[in-house]
């Protein structure tokens, strides 16, 4: 027996007054309305309804279940219509992850017009140069840049971001500017730790191929500590194309080696595989994916 479909039927019973006018309203046969009956008082084990050939009543049992049936269906009409209605505008709270800079400069202003547009919702963004479990951290979307290992997310991919060997003016006239990858083993290097993990850089120019052992005089977990201490002149950085965007622009820092640049890095959003994705992190999705991709284009 569905013990869905048969308390809605004893409800509508009721509520008609009969078993025909419930019929009608279910837009069924008289018959399955009386086996359907049949069956719940069955289950039950008590009589619900004392039925003639001209009316039916409510026993004291009856009234009580039908009493706690109809606030059930109440209740469960009531939270499909939530859903449908934040299907419709979004509601809830959303959980962001990505790195730092890129997401205080692409992220943040992208989530804040997006609540500015859905004032049901709530946000977090943590902003953190290393990866974290989605799932462990409670996390609903991130954004990654670089490989994703993780076979389990849905990756949206977003666009690419190049990854530039960087130097300030006062450097490269007091070190010399590097005309070959080799040349850089000589030069002082800047590391930043979220996005170098070795002490070895790589480079290719058509079908060539170059890996450098660097010297690092300075290392440091934050992006703007590492281009900080290069936009000073403390020696030769990588990092990616987005980070030094502004500097460059400004002449702060010049671009080193550009026809050996290493392979671009893929940007991409993920967040966990599910068959019915929740409405809020749909809404985000459609609403940041093609904003994203913009600024990475530009």
């Avoid at 953190?128 to 990654?144: C, N, S, Y």
């Avoid at 070895?200 to 201490?229: C, H, K, M, P």
């Avoid at 990092?239 to 640049?261: M, N, T």
Wanted: glycine share 8%; with cysteine; charged share 25%.
């Amino acid at each position: 027996m569905d013990k869905f479909k048969a308390m809605s039927t004893f409800v509508r019973i009721v509520e008609a007054g009969s078993l025909t006018g419930a019929a009608s309203r279910l837009d069924v046969s008289l018959t399955a309305v009386v086996r359907t009956l049949a069956a719940l008082e069955q289950a039950l084990g008590v009589r619900l309804l004392n039925r003639t050939t001209r009316r039916s009543a409510l026993t004291e049992e009856g009234r009580e279940y039908f009493e706690r049936c109809r606030r059930l269906l109440s209740d469960l009409e009531e939270a499909e219509s939530a859903l449908t209605d934040r299907r419709l505008t979004p509601a809830g709270r959303l959980a962001i992850t990505a790195p730092v800079m890129f997401g205080r400069l692409h992220v943040a202003p992208v989530l804040t017009d997006f609540l500015g547009a859905y004032p049901e919702m709530r946000a977090e963004l943590l902003l953190l140069d290393r990866v974290i479990d989605l799932l462990e951290e409670g996390i609903d979307l991130a954004v990654r840049i670089g490989p994703l290992p993780d076979s389990s997310l849905v990756a949206i991919p977003l666009g690419s971001t190049p990854r530039v060997i960087c130097a300030s003016p006062e450097y490269l006239a007091r070190a010399g500017t590097p005309s070959h990858p080799r040349e850089l083993a000589g030069h002082r290097a800047i590391r930043f730790s979220g996005l170098n993990v070795a002490s070895e850089w790589s480079f290719s120019r058509g079908g060539e191929s170059e890996r450098v052992s660097i010297t690092d005089v300075f290392v440091a977990n934050q992006v703007d500590v590492a281009l900080d201490a290069c936009r000073k002149g403390l020696g030769c950085g990588r990092f990616l194309g987005y980070q030094v965007r502004d500097l460059e622009a400004s002449g702060q820092l010049l671009r080193i080696l550009p026809d050996w640049q290493p392979e671009a890095l893929r940007v991409n959003l993920v967040y966990l595989h599910s068959r019915l994705l929740s409405p809020r992190i749909r809404a985000f999705v459609d609403w940041a994916t093609p904003r994203l991709r913009e600024q990475l284009l530009g």
